[in-house]
């Protein structure tokens, strides 16, 4: 129903940026609401930022202020711009989208890796 791609992942020096990028596909219109988690080796998928089909978001309190989701007005693509990346935020981070009939729609998910 929902296809989800993530890019923009790489290797950052800590105090760098990365932009991620989620391109959904499919029936777009039907999702509430679109977000990024992260998963780092030996820990729990974690949400790091969400955005609503009205506009409000959500950020994870060890990531606000360094980071910003948007997106354009059809859903897609839908942006993380990260900054003042830290190297615990060394994670694969996966696209996640809700939709109105209940499902739920993940990525295959973009390494990012912070290290000097």
């Known amino acids: 129903q929902v296809q989800l791609v993530e890019s923009g992942g790489g290797l950052v020096q800590p105090g760098g940026s990365l932009r991620l990028s989620c391109a959904a596909s499919g029936n777009i219109v039907s999702i509430v609401t679109m977000g990024w988690y992260r998963q780092a080796p030996g820990k729990q998928r974690e949400l790091v930022a969400s955005i609503r089909s009205g506009g409000s978001t959500n950020y994870a309190d060890s990531v606000k202020g360094r980071f910003t989701i948007s997106r354009d007005s059809a859903k897609n693509p839908v942006w993380l711009q990260m900054n003042s990346l830290k190297p615990e935020d060394t994670a694969l981070y996966y696209c996640?989208?809700?939709?109105?009939?209940?499902?739920?729609?993940w990525g295959q998910g973009t390494q990012v890796t912070v290290s000097s």
């Open positions: 996640n989208a809700y939709t109105w009939s209940g499902a739920d729609h």
